[in-house]
């Protein structure tokens, strides 16, 4: 079965059903991130080598814009999970890789610090902040504590992993990636304020105070985060947010009902 022909599945019987829930009222979507696991859409962008679907930007673009046709929330937890797995594909190992691939696992990018830069995220104005983090790393042996508030990140408290940026541990400048497990203990969500991106979607605060993780969490060099972001996370990121809001522009302003939502899954 093509991924075109399982999106088209999925859409129609279990995201249009419950887009209502999510656009009226909040929820998130966790049957339709199943379902999308299910389906390997989850694993859409990682190798065949680890039984993904060994697509790439285009398809992924694709699939989030159907996907904002039907539940604008659902599409966003997609558009940020394509970035983050964008960074584990090219950095992870290969057991996230593996689960990602499955449909086990649905990661997300935490990179913002302020609200600013949360809204701006993806786009240019409020870039060079977001390539500028204050949270910090701290190694100890085969452990490091990272320390740190991140803004509007999409699944939060939902999502398996976050893709989670801090200072470097020994160098002044530039930035370093870690894949964060969201079961770390003192990883948490103080609150899901409204109006926090697309709503349903969960985006909200994650705080890390501190976060052990083992020093092979990270992803890349010490620092060399900086060329990581410019040259994968946000270019991905760019494009699937213009599919979200290309694809959400049905649904956008005239709301979305069962029937309507259904209509948009099947179009």
């Known amino acids: 079965m093509s991924y075109r022909t399982a999106l088209s599945e999925v859409l129609t019987s279990v995201v249009a059903p419950a887009a209502e829930l999510a656009a009226v009222r909040g929820r998130f979507p966790r049957a339709a991130v199943t379902a999308l696991g299910r389906a390997r859409l989850l694993g859409l962008t990682v190798s065949t080598s680890y039984g993904g679907g060994g ?10 814009a159907r996907t904002a046709r039907v539940c604008p929330a659902v599409a966003a937890v997609l558009g940020s999970h394509y970035a983050a797995v964008a960074v584990i594909e090219a950095y992870g190992g290969s057991w996230v890789r593996t689960e990602i691939a499955a449909g086990r696992h649905l990661s997300s990018l935490a ?8 809204a701006a995220q993806g786009e240019a104005q409020g870039e060079g902040d977001l390539l500028a983090p204050h949270s910090s790393a701290v190694r100890s042996g085969d452990v490091v504590a990272l320390r740190g508030r991140k803004h509007r990140v999409v699944a939060a408290g939902e999502a398996d992993s976050y893709v989670w ?32 991106g697309p709503y349903g ?14 020093a092979d969490a990270m992803l890349g060099a010490d620092g060399s985060g900086l ?21 959400g522009e049905a649904s956008r302003g ?5 029937p309507r939502a259904a209509s948009l899954a099947s179009s």
């Open 55 to 64: 697509q790439g930007l285009p398809e992924a673009a694709e699939v989030v």
């Open 111 to 118: 990179l913002a610090e302020t609200e600013a830069q949360g």
């Open 165 to 196: 940026s801090s200072r470097p541990l020994a160098t002044s400048d530039g930035l370093t990636l870690w894949g964060v497990p969201a079961h770390a203990p003192d990883l948490f969500v103080p609150a899901r304020p409204q109006g926090a």
């Open 201 to 214: 979607s969960g985006t909200s605060t994650v705080c890390a105070d501190p976060v052990l993780v083992p």
């Open 227 to 247: 060329d990581i972001v410019r040259g994968t996370a946000l270019p991905w990121l760019r494009e699937l947010r213009a599919a979200w809001s290309t694809g």
């Open 254 to 258: 005239v709301g979305v009902t069962a």
